[in-house]
């Protein structure tokens, strides 16, 4: 089954622009095309409708934008006398989610569902739950995430609903996610060849926002093809001079990125540490009145913080997924889709972020 349809009922996830005007997806990118408007298109948050498909049993439990209960026959379950989650197609499931789910909001259990499983009603914090086989299970291919205390790595929630910009991070998690998972064997079979490895991770990131209900417009999709990412990004300071952002938001995300840089994400707490110190600053610089381009500003903090927790997250879901650990200091792809977002909107973003990434490893 495949992990996502954004067309039928059984959506993961359907992210549709109300009053939105886009260009039309039968758009043809003319490679001779002058491009006038030196601004790439940033949808306003308040515009994007995360929603969560027609499946609402038991509510939807918030990982990368999916609601996990759509896909890979997931099933909530009373494991001990609380609450866990079994896939019956386990294996996929753990191609998508490696050995760690990520719930990356607070779930509540409310006591309606919870009477029904005969387990007390509980929020279940946001954090790393490990995925494993079930305990004494003799149906093969089945696994379950255990909800218990004990196993919960916490991380806090990477939701922010202050950030009125919080779903331009969400959808850049969730198009890396569904890029790279479903393209890992044609990406293999490119040997590395850097040059079609972006050419294919643009055509498909291109394409997952058009089945997202976000087409991208014939501007963007020619810099989405085009873009050169043969630059030096972990010189931030620098990338962020060339951005087209006014002085004063530079020297304000300057002093953002600088803090980001200097708080280490190699533990679990260190992540949680990472996410509370961005969320108050997506707080912060939501109530800050100097921004001349507010929208672009608290979009690249969303990306910022969230594409730190996805990245970590993918060093450690699986035994050789980092390919060497976890990084020691904010990665080039981490800012590579963070300017990447002001050099091309969101489907750059994406597309810099994972050929970056794919390139150094």
């Keep these: 089954m495949t992990t996502r349809n954004f067309s039928t009922a059984l959506t993961l996830i359907a992210l549709v622009f109300s009053l939105f005007a886009c260009v039309k997806t039968e758009d043809i990118v003319n490679p001779d095309t002058v491009i006038t408007d030196p601004a790439p298109s940033i949808p306003e948050g308040n515009r ?49 989610f490696g050995n760690v789910f990520p719930l990356t909001s607070d779930f509540e259990v409310d006591e309606v569902t919870a009477a029904a499983m005969g387990i007390p009603a509980q929020t279940i ?9 079930i305990p004494g299970s003799v149906d093969t291919g089945r696994k379950m995430v255990d909800f218990a205390a004990s196993q919960s790595i916490a ?13 331009i991070g969400q959808l850049h998690n969730l198009a890396v996610q569904v890029v790279l998972h479903e393209n ?3 990406i293999k079979a490119l040997n590395g060849d850097r040059a079609a490895v972006q050419k294919l991770i643009a055509e498909k990131t291109i394409q997952f926002f058009a089945e997202a209900d976000l ?56 992540l949680k ?13 939501a109530r800050e009145t100097k921004l001349d381009n507010p929208k672009v500003v608290l979009s690249m903090v969303s990306v ?11 060093s450690v879901s699986s035994p050789d997924a980092g390919n060497g650990g976890v990084p020691n200091k904010m990665p080039d792809w981490v800012w590579a889709d963070i300017i990447g977002l002001e050099l091309g909107g969101p489907a750059v973003s994406a597309i810099a972020s994972a050929v970056v990434y794919l390139d150094q490893h």
């Design 304 to 314: 910022l913080k969230n594409s730190r927790y996805f990245w970590y997250w993918k």
């Design 155 to 167: 991380t806090g929630s990477l939701l922010n609903p202050n950030n009125p910009q919080d779903n």
């Design 48 to 96: 994007i409708i995360i929603h969560f498909g027609t499946s609402t049993y038991r509510g939807c439990m918030y990982s990368f934008s999916n609601c996990i209960w759509i896909g890979w026959g997931t099933d909530a379950t009373n494991f001990q006398d609380r609450f866990a989650m079994t896939f019956d197609q386990g294996d996929a499931a753990s191609q998508y």
């Design 184 to 186: 890992r064997d044609a």
């Design 273 to 285: 540490q990472f996410i509370y110190a961005m969320t108050t600053q997506e707080n912060r610089l």
């Design 215 to 270: 087409p991208v417009n014939a501007v963007d999709k020619q810099r989405a093809l085009n873009i050169n990412l043969d630059r030096d990004f972990g010189n931030y300071a620098a990338r962020l001079n060339e951005t087209r952002l006014s002085a004063n938001d530079k020297q304000i995300l300057l002093s953002v990125f600088d803090e980001a840089a200097a708080i280490p994400v190699e533990t679990p707490a260190q």
């Design 125 to 133: 914090p946001a954090g790393f739950y490990p995925l494993r086989d």
